[in-house]
């Protein structure tokens, strides 16, 4: 501390307030610089992290008030039968079949109606749904065609 009032001694009255005023604005500077900004820009980052969790936070509770709101209508007895028309239809395609009729009915059941489909793979696509899918047959009609090894089928679905 003395090395600091002999150098400050050297100079009169006027310099030394220059020097002590110039020496506290550098010490200020440095302080907002080294601390305050990176704390400034920590906030901002902390910030935007409560933004995006706020987000997706708001994102689980749809997804969760969705998922129980198909819970509780399957408790009710009424299936979707959203998700059955869509895997008879790509259940349908990947065994190269093409569906001629289509009506969804109550209790999540619904109606397909194949025209002229060939009868082996009609049957793997009815093995596919009842035993990998899940999916019961309430009502089956088959009737033969003029063409042989082809089939129409009118058959009725529930799944599980």
Same mark, same amino acid.
Request: charged share 20%; hydrophobic share 40%; net charge neutral.
């Given at each position: 501390?003395?090395?600091?009032?002999?150098? +400050?001694s050297?100079?009169?009255?006027?310099?030394? #307030?220059?020097?002590l005023?110039?020496?506290?604005?550098?010490? +200020?500077?440095?302080?907002?610089?080294?601390? =305050?900004?990176? =704390?400034?820009?920590?906030?901002?980052?902390?910030?935007?992290?409560?933004?995006?969790?706020?987000?997706t936070?708001g $994102?689980?509770?749809?997804?969760? %008030?969705?998922? !129980?709101? %198909?819970?509780?209508?399957?408790?009710?007895? *009424?299936?979707? #039968?959203?998700?059955?028309? %869509? =895997?008879?239809? #790509? #259940?349908?395609? %990947?065994?190269?079949?093409d569906?001629? *009729?289509?009506?969804?009915?109550? *209790?999540?059941?619904? $109606?397909?109606?194949?025209? !002229?489909?060939?009868?082996?793979?009609?049957?793997?696509?009815l093995?596919?749904? !009842?035993?990998?899918?899940?999916?019961?047959?309430?009502?089956?009609s088959?009737? *033969?065609?003029?063409?042989?090894? $082809?089939?129409?089928?009118?058959?009725?679905?529930?799944?599980?």
């Open positions: 501390m003395t090395q600091i009032f002999d150098f +400050l050297r100079y009169n009255r006027r310099e030394q #307030t220059i020097l005023l110039g020496a506290l604005a550098v010490t +200020l500077y440095l302080l907002w610089k080294l601390l =305050l900004v990176p =704390l400034q820009d920590w906030r901002e980052q902390q910030i935007r992290a409560n933004a995006n969790a706020s987000q936070l $994102r689980v509770e749809l997804l969760s %008030a969705q998922l !129980e709101q %198909a819970r509780q209508r399957q408790r009710e007895g *009424g299936s979707d #039968t959203g998700n059955l028309s %869509a =895997l008879v239809d #790509t #259940t349908l395609r %990947a065994n190269q079949l569906m001629s *009729g289509f009506q969804p009915g109550t *209790g999540g059941q619904v $109606r397909v109606r194949l025209d !002229e489909v060939p009868y082996d793979r009609f049957m793997q696509w093995h596919d749904m !009842e035993y990998q899918n899940g999916v019961n047959v309430v009502d089956f088959m009737a *033969g065609t003029n063409e042989a090894g $082809r089939v129409t089928v009118n058959i009725r679905l529930q799944k599980d």
